[in-house]
């Protein structure tokens, strides 16, 4: 995540919202890192409203969660018919909220994965999957690769490896956890465009398995099908179906992350869905639940029995509230025909950053799936621009617009709008993020 603030609409800020700075400062743990000065007030729809009334149309979603919106009415009438009916029981007793949402889970998923543990983010489900690899497969090496990200927790961060300062001064972190690169072709490989990619072909696992761990001591492999923080990289065609083939050679799980690219934000329910591949352990959060705090791990019956009673649980995994907001988000997407809807609107997008891209201070790259695009920045030498996003994402906050960055050097530009934006909404989008991209100077 950005360390760096952007002013307000006017790139003013008002007495206002200087005392609930203050009090935040005074109150609120500073090691929160917040990509903007916005102090919200309320929420509805494409917009974040700030104290002063000035509204912001939302390109960030709270990093990739409220896909419906902002207090979409289906998932607000079903958390509020949820709460006039039990809030709570942990493990005491079964409930019929979470058994339906997990058979509401399961169905958005490809056979044969059919069985769902709940806890409450991305990262205690990528913690939750690293323990039921291990202790399912009898194996202690997790393979994961170059500019992941996972999750803050000392599980998650010890597969994390997209900035240094997510995992800085927490060492030592897990033992027997082995990074290995991703194929980013824009900036990380060495071949030509037209060459295939040695790194998709699997040829990196293969050394790694001749020099460092023997292939039978792997439990899992974790990847994202799409990387998020580390750049919002799509890999090449054919990596994720190389590594179902490795892993089935060898008897490792294959575990996918799709905390971020999931339930529809790249135009299918999974990222995954776009290569027909289906992983062992399939891991969902963010906008599972429009907001509330939900997490997925998702595997067969048969993987899920190596996993036995008492061997993880939870406290507020798989709370009822935030099972009736998944229940409903999942209606509406499906409903709403949402799916469909992203994979429009996300084409729209990259056709017009393709247009930017061929003027004087363009992104360098356009890539993504859905409504998970980014914008890659480098500086006239070539080299990675992240002053020239921070001040794109300033001049578009300026006239309301919030964005978002990412990658491994913060020179990222990520849109991630809901999936409900109107069409008036990403003609009011597009404009502004053109005229402040073609009005930064290129250095």
Aim: with cysteine; glycine share 10%.
């Amino acid at each position: 995540m950005a360390n760096t603030t952007s002013s307000s609409a006017d790139g003013e800020v008002s007495q206002l919202a200087r005392d609930w700075h203050q009090r935040d400062h005074r109150a609120v743990a500073g090691v929160y890192s917040r990509y903007t000065d916005i102090v919200l007030q309320d929420a509805q729809g494409s917009y974040l409203v700030d104290v002063d009334g000035r509204r912001y149309l939302d390109f960030g979603c709270g990093i990739g969660v409220t896909s419906l919106g902002h207090r979409h009415p289906a998932v607000a009438e079903a958390v509020h018919r949820q709460v006039d009916s039990y809030w709570h029981t942990s493990v005491v007793t079964e409930h019929v909220r979470l058994t339906e949402a997990a058979e509401r889970v399961a169905r958005i998923c490809p056979d044969p994965l059919d069985t769902v543990f709940f806890a409450n983010s991305g990262a205690e489900v990528v913690d939750g999957a690293m323990k039921l690899a291990r202790r399912a497969t009898g194996r202690r090496g997790i393979v994961a690769f170059r500019g992941g990200f996972h999750g803050r927790t000392f599980g998650a961060a010890s597969v994390t490896t997209s900035k240094v300062h997510y995992r800085e001064g927490y060492g030592p972190l897990l033992p027997d956890v082995y990074i290995t690169p991703y194929p980013y072709c824009f900036r990380e490989c060495h071949h030509t465009p037209a060459e295939p990619c040695p790194i998709a072909a699997g040829e990196e696992l293969d050394r790694l398995f001749q020099r460092i761990i023997p292939a039978e001591e792997v439990a899992a492999i974790l990847v994202e099908p799409i990387q998020g923080e580390g750049g919002y990289v799509v890999p090449p065609k054919g990596f994720l179906a190389t590594l179902r083939r490795i892993c089935d050679r060898h008897g490792i799980l294959l575990i996918a992350d799709e905390v971020q690219s999931g339930v529809a934000r790249t135009g299918k329910w999974l990222a995954l869905d776009h290569d027909q591949v289906v992983p062992d352990i399939l891991l969902l959060a963010k906008a599972l639940a429009s907001g509330l705090p939900l997490g997925a791990i998702v595997a067969s019956r048969q993987l899920m029995d190596r996993w036995p009673a008492g061997a993880h649980g939870t406290t507020f995994g798989g709370n009822p509230i935030s099972c009736a907001a998944a229940i409903a988000t999942l209606d509406v997407i499906e409903r709403e025909g949402l799916r469909d809807r992203a994979a429009e609107l996300g084409g729209r997008i990259q056709a017009a950053a393709r247009g930017w891209k061929e003027k004087v201070g363009g992104p360098s790259d356009v890539r993504g799936r859905g409504l998970m695009i980014g914008l890659e920045f480098l500086d006239s030498a070539g080299l990675p621009d992240a002053e020239r996003v921070e001040e794109i994402r300033a001049a578009c906050l300026r006239r309301g617009l919030l964005l978002l960055s990412c990658g491994l050097d913060d020179n990222v530009i990520r849109l991630i709008p809901p999936l409900t934006l109107s069409d008036g909404e990403l003609a009011e989008a597009l404009e502004v993020m053109e005229s402040a991209i073609t009005g930064v100077e290129v250095r």
